[in-house]
Every structure is written in structure tokens, then in C-alpha cells.
């Protein structure tokens, strides 16, 4: 039973525009979202996290939004840049530090 | 500073055979896992540590051992290998959320690609 749905396998968007990604959540009990980006042939990288006392967090073009009451969160990237391309994971936790991940998207900026 | 690293990078198996993924950090990071990833599966938790001598199981724990006698390392053993377990294998490490250190993002390693035949 998957607890963090990614439910768009991939995403093509033109550069400048922006680029949202989405993500659901099943299990109440989550208080901390985090995006993470991977390249191919490399470990994933920490992009963004948010809290569940905020409903945005903001980082340079990175925004995440956070809808408790529909237990959905948002990465919106602004502008959306070639090197941008990449899969986007992301993940969940209710404690110490154990990550539960969607299955990720793949996000390809093209010229 | 290496962060988390992993060896080796490429691995390829008979089935039955065992080996060691070793996986260390220089972060003193006291959570570890281990996580696999298979196309359209996203990253899946094996095992999990949150400090020296306390491991715990997590998604698909089954056909893997680890151990953790060291705050640095965090091998992943597999017993006794089968093509299901052709994966990429990703080591992480972070601080424990709740602890005085506010960073609670895992770091990666680079990954092993393994491939039992």
C-alpha cells in the first residue's frame, strides 16, 4: 500500500515556463515532505522540504506548497531551466528520519 | 568531504552466491538505510539504522542482512542472491529528526547497480 503518490510518470515542459509537480499522501501522521532530484547513474539530491506547521517553503525558483486538508503537496519550479531535467521524488516521514518516497517523475525541460 | 560512500559501483551475481555492499559516511549521521529502486517502483526502504548495534527492518526487508557496529558503516548483506534482486541499491544517512542538528534530509550515495544472473 503505497503511502506517497507520485501519480504523473512524467512531465514535459518548455524552458522559461513553469513546472509543477504533484504528490499525494495517505498517512496523516507524516509532519515533514521532502523533493528529492536524480540524475541518471547518480544518488538522488535533497532539493526542498517543508514542514506540516507551514503551507509554503520557499528556495530560489523552488517553491513547495503544502495542502494538509487534502494531504497534497506541490513542487513549482520558476523558470523551468534545461538542467532541470531530471526524475523528482517525493518523500515523507513521521519520525526519526525514515523517508517513504513516491515513485517519482520525470521532468524533461526542452528548449 | 566524501559524504556516503558506497562499493562497488557495478556488481554482477550467480544466483546463490552472497556478497557485501558496503556503505560508509564521514557525516556522524547516526540514521542509516538502505534502498532499492526498480523502474516505476520509486525507492523502496530495506533495512534501517539509528545508531550503532539498532537495526530494523522496513518495506522488503527479505533476502538482505545488515548490521551496524560502527557509526560510519552500514554494510548490507545479501545472503544468497536471486534475479529478483537485480536492483540499484542507494545508501543513505541523516541526523535524527528531534536532535539538536535541524538537518533532516538523507544524503545518497552513488549507488551500487546489481545484476544477479
Known amino acids: 500500500d503505497q503511502q506517497v503518490k507520485q501519480n504523473s510518470p512524467s512531465l514535459s515542459v518548455q524552458e522559461g515556463r513553469i513546472s509543477i509537480l504533484n504528490c499525494d499522501y495517505t498517512?496523516?501522521?507524516?509532519?515533514?515532505f521532502l523533493w528529492y532530484k536524480k540524475y541518471p547513474a547518480e544518488g538522488p539530491t535533497f532539493l526542498i522540504s517543508i514542514s506540516s506547521i507551514k503551507d509554503k517553503n520557499e528556495d530560489g525558483r523552488f517553491t513547495v506548497f503544502l495542502n494538509k486538508s487534502a494531504k497534497h503537496l506541490s513542487l513549482h519550479i520558476v523558470p523551468s531551466q534545461p538542467g532541470d531535467s531530471a526524475v523528482y521524488f517525493c518523500?515523507?516521514?513521521?519520525?526519526?528520519?525514515?523517508?517513504?518516497f513516491g515513485r517519482g517523475t520525470q521532468l524533461t525541460v526542452w528548449p | 568531504n566524501a559524504g556516503v560512500t558506497q562499493t562497488p559501483k557495478f556488481q554482477v551475481l550467480k544466483t546463490g552466491q552472497s556478497m557485501t555492499l558496503q556503505c560508509a559516511q564521514d557525516?556522524?549521521?547516526?540514521?542509516m538505510s538502505w534502498y532499492r529502486q526498480d523502474p516505476g517502483m520509486g525507492l523502496r526502504l530495506i533495512h534501517y539504522?539509528?545508531?550503532?548495534?539498532?537495526?530494523d527492518q522496513g518495506e522488503v526487508p527479505n533476502g538482505y542482512n545488515v548490521s551496524r557496529s560502527t557509526t560510519e558503516d552500514f554494510p548490507l548483506r545479501l545472503l544468497s542472491a536471486a534475479p529478483s534482486q537485480t536492483s540499484v541499491y542507494f545508501c543513505?544517512?541523516?541526523?535524527?529528526?528531534?536532535?539538536?542538528?535541524?538537518?533532516?534530509?538523507?544524503?545518497f550515495g552513488q549507488g551500487t547497480r546489481l545484476t544477479v544472473v
Open positions: 539504522s539509528v545508531g550503532a548495534g539498532i537495526t
Open positions: 498517512n496523516s501522521m507524516f509532519d515533514y
Open positions: 518523500a515523507a516521514t513521521p519520525t526519526l528520519g525514515r523517508l517513504y
Open positions: 543513505a544517512s541523516s541526523y535524527i529528526r528531534g536532535s539538536y542538528k535541524m538537518n533532516t534530509e538523507a544524503f
Open positions: 557525516m556522524n549521521h547516526e540514521y
